[in-house]
């Protein structure tokens, strides 16, 4: 038997390679699962570009210098086991290569799911060390708006009531850059849901995109108004301000934190959905752009919530948006499916190039 991986370029996310290599022996202590069916979003883009920064390239550590995995969200199924609680034939949600099988060990094993005790995951974030077992019978468009959506939504969940937890930082308009982006949007929608049930004060949300995207945005009625990136100085700069920065592009970053100076709150930098050749870490006016890493988040509600309620909020939230985003003639997300790893590397090549439908979700089918 052969695994096959994509190999990403450290360098330039847009360029990928195939390697096969033989299956090694399964290890006591392991099982192997067979990727299904996971998805790319620029999201996964913003992994490969922050691969050093966020540890992202150690997940699955690709032994090839200026190479590294990216990890997707999705599905797989056990195809070998050597631990009885972990059954061949089970089906688990989680955080997979982009590969077509993967061993993992499994601890703290119950019948919701394992976390993967690699010693070299230990150190990095226990959200995406844990594994939640699925239906085996899931139907496939299920599994895909999943497989896309769940990530995003939950950092867009993190972040409103992150925000909200700060009493919005005293800001009275929220700025979403990339704003046909689905972790934007559907932060957008958690803002609308959150305030149109009175839990705050009045914040108007803006959504800055590109002139191409623009008519796709104001389509989707999740924000107050959308302008273009060559509007920013159209902004209220009186007015008190959150940024939510998920374009990733310093030249945006920097022209809206001079227009709004000192009204601006708080700029939390959440994506990367676009190159940028500008300095990261030139001073600015106004409040310090500060990387919102949701994981950090999710384990504080942890501890305050406890897991059985903080995923009941959000997947009982994820489930209305959903409900809203893929019903009627013109779904906000139309999900797309391609098959095999060199799809994947072509789609991961397309949306690291900015070539993106945001109408359009990517699921790689590896079944």
């Not at 192997?32 to 050093?52: C, K, P």
């Not at 689905?182 to 009175?198: F, H, I, Q, S």
């Not at 500060?290 to 959000?314: C, I």
Request: aromatic share 10%; net charge neutral; glycine share 8%.
């Amino acid at each position: 038997m052969e695994i096959t991986t994509l190999l990403t370029s450290q360098r330039d996310p847009a360029e990928g390679r195939l390697q096969a290599a033989p299956a090694p022996a399964l290890q006591p202590g392991s099982v192997r699962l067979a990727v299904r069916r996971v998805s790319i979003t620029t999201n996964n883009v913003t992994y490969a570009l922050f691969g050093e920064r966020m540890s992202y390239w150690q997940f699955f550590p690709s032994g090839q210098e200026g190479w590294g995995v990216v990890p997707v969200w999705g599905f797989a199924d056990v195809v070998e086991s050597t631990l009885p609680e972990v059954a061949v034939g089970t089906r688990y949600y989680g955080y997979w290569p982009l590969a077509d099988a993967v061993d993992l060990q499994p601890t703290k094993v119950s019948a919701g799911g394992f976390t993967d005790g690699a010693a070299h995951r230990a150190p990095l974030p226990s959200t995406y060390n844990r594994y939640s077992a699925a239906p085996s019978n899931q139907p496939a468009d299920t599994e895909g708006a999943l497989a896309i959506m769940r990530p995003l939504f939950g950092t867009a969940f993190l972040l409103t009531e992150f925000l909200q937890d700060n009493d919005w930082f005293g800001a009275r308009q929220l700025v979403l850059s990339s704003a046909s982006s689905k972790t934007a949007y559907a932060t957008a929608w958690c803002v609308r849901e959150l305030l149109g049930g009175g839990q705050g004060p009045a914040v108007r949300t803006i959504g800055l995109t590109s002139r191409a995207n623009a008519d796709f945005v104001r389509r989707l009625g999740l924000y107050d108004s959308v302008l273009g990136y060559d509007e920013i100085a159209r902004i209220d700069h009186a007015l008190p301000t959150v940024f939510c920065d998920f374009s990733g592009s310093a030249e945006q970053r920097e022209q809206l934190h001079r227009h709004l100076g000192d009204a601006l709150r708080h700029s939390a930098v959440i994506g990367a959905t676009q190159f940028s050749t500008g300095a990261r870490d030139a001073p600015l006016p106004g409040a310090k752009p500060t990387f919102f890493f949701a994981p950090d988040r999710r384990r504080k509600r942890l501890e305050d919530w406890g897991p059985a309620l903080l995923l009941q909020r959000v997947e009982d939230s994820q489930s209305r948006f959903l409900q809203q985003v893929l019903s009627g003639p013109a779904p906000a997300l139309r999900i797309v499916t391609h098959k095999g790893l060199a799809a994947a590397r072509d789609v991961m090549a397309e949306l690291a190039r900015g070539r993106i439908d945001p109408a359009v979700g990517h699921v790689i089918d590896l079944s």
